[in-house]
C-alpha cells in the first residue's frame, strides 16, 4: 500500500534525594518564574553542512540529550555524545549518584526523528528547541544544548514528516533495518519514535530517514498515527510497560523517564499532545474532583501541603492507585496517592480527554 498524502496526526519532600530528582520547574530546573534565556550570540560558520542557526533540523540518533550548556561534560558521558551513540549502555551503567549528577544539568530529550529549531551554535554544540515539545521556556519548543553532530536539515524528511502518513513505534524498543527482509539492522529506535511512512507491507513499514534514506520497521511494532485514539485502558497498560525503568532526570525515552518525561509520552500515544513540564501540564485539561478520578488522569502534587509549587505528575491507574516515575534513586512503581510520601502534597488532577 503507497501514500502520498496526509493522514490525520506527569515528590516528596521527605528526603533530599526526592528533593534533587523529580522533574522541577523552578530552583535547578528551569521554568517560567527562572530567569529569562539570553538572547542568541551571533552565529558562527556551521562548516560541514549542519542546519545554520534558526533553520529547521532533525534528531539523528536513538536519543539525544538536551543539556543546560554546551559541555564540558563527565567522560562516561561519550556513550551518549559521541556518533554513533550507545544510550543503552549509558543508561545502563550508571548508579543513583551518577543519575544524580544529571539534576540541573540537562534540561530534556528528543528522539530520532523528531524535528527541531535551531536557535545558536557554539563550536561543536547547537541550541536547539524541540519543536514537538510544549514549553513555555521558548516559543519555538523545549530548548537546549546538543551535539551538532546529531542533528541534520533534513529537508525531505521534514517535508514528508508533514504531507505523508506518520508511523509512530508503539514498544518500548525497536529496531530499525536497512532493508525489507528485516535482517540489517541500523540502529535500535524508542518508543514514540514517528517518521514518515512511505509503503507498508504486511511484516514492514518503508519509513523516510532523517539523511533522506528509506529504512524498514516491524509492522507489528509502529501503528499510523491515524491509528491513535484514546482508550483508558490502554494508557494504563502502555504505562505497565515500564514498570520498573530507572529514572533518568530530563528523560523522555525508553532508556528512563522523568516524571513529566513519562507522562508527555504516555500522553502521545494517544495523540494526545500535552507540554513537557509537570506545571506546565497542570496548566491544561480539565479539573477533577479527587472522588471522581478515572484511569488516565495526572495527578499533581505542589511543596507547602499541596498549596505551593507543583513539582510531580503521577497518572491515576484505579482503586486509589498511581504509576509515576519518582526520582533518581528509584524506578517507574505503583503507589498509593495518599501513600506517605505523597498523601500531604496532592494539588489536584487534569483531565485531557473526557
Avoid at 536513538?62 to 563527565?74: A, D, H, K
Avoid at 495527578?299 to 505528575?313: C, D, E, N, P, T
Wanted: aromatic letters at 8%; a negative charge.
Amino acid at each position: 500500500m503507497n501514500y502520498s498524502r496526509s493522514c490525520v496526526l506527569l515528590l516528596s519532600t521527605m528526603t533530599l534525594l526526592m528533593l534533587m530528582s523529580c522533574r522541577l520547574t523552578s530552583g535547578l530546573e528551569s521554568g517560567p518564574e527562572a530567569t529569562p534565556a539570553k538572547p542568541a550570540a551571533p552565529a558562527e560558520s556551521t562548516g560541514t553542512g549542519a542546519p545554520a542557526v534558526l533553520s529547521q533540523g532533525v534528531v539523528t540518533e536513538p536519543v539525544t540529550m538536551f543539556w543546560s550548556e554546551p559541555g564540558p561534560l563527565r567522560d562516561y558521558d561519550h556513550l551518549l555524545l559521541e556518533k554513533p551513540s550507545n544510550p543503552a549502555a549509558w543508561a545502563a551503567g550508571m548508579d543513583t549518584e551518577m543519575r544524580l549528577w544529571l539534576v540541573g544539568k540537562t534540561e530534556t530529550q528528543a528522539l530520532y526523528g523528531e524535528p527541531v529549531t535551531v536557535l545558536e551554535r557554539r563550536g561543536e554544540w547547537l541550541k536547539v528547541a524541540a519543536v514537538k515539545q510544549k514549553s513555555n521556556l521558548n516559543n519555538a519548543g523545549y530548548p537546549g544544548w546538543v551535539p551538532a553532530a546529531h542533528i541534520v536539515n533534513g529537508q525531505v524528511f521534514l517535508s514528508e514528516l508533514e504531507t505523508q502518513p506518520n508511523i509512530v513505534v508503539v514498544k518500548p524498543f525497536t529496531k530499525l533495518y536497512a532493508n525489507q527482509e528485516l535482517t540489517e539492522t541500523i540502529t535500535e529506535l524508542c518508543y514514540q519514535t514517528r517518521l514518515p511512512a512511505l509503503e507498508e507491507e504486511t511484516t514492514a513499514v518503508a519509513v523516510r530517514l532523517p539523511d533522506g534514506g528509506t529504512g524498514y520497521l516491524p509492522r507489528q511494532d509502529v501503528k499510523l498515527t491515524n491509528e491513535l485514539a484514546f482508550s483508558r485502558a490502554e494508557i494504563v497498560n502502555e504505562a505497565m510497560s515500564f514498570l520498573g525503568l530507572r529514572y533518568i532526570w530530563a528523560g523522555t525515552s525508553s532508556y528512563g523517564f522523568d516524571c513529566s518525561g513519562y507522562t508527555m509520552r504516555l500522553y502521545q500515544s494517544q495523540g494526545i499532545s500535552i507540554p513537557r513540564d509537570a506545571d506546565e501540564q497542570a496548566r491544561e485539561g480539565q479539573m477533577v474532583d479527587k472522588n471522581a478520578l478515572l484511569a488516565g488522569d495526572l495527578l499533581f502534587f505542589a511543596a507547602k501541603g499541596g498549596q505551593g509549587q507543583i513539582h510531580h505528575v503521577a497518572m491515576y491507574i484505579g482503586d486509589g492507585m498511581m504509576i509515576h516515575s519518582p526520582n533518581s534513586g528509584s524506578s517507574i512503581q505503583i503507589s498509593a496517592i495518599d501513600s506517605r510520601a505523597y498523601g500531604g502534597e496532592y494539588w489536584g488532577a487534569k483531565r485531557y480527554c473526557p
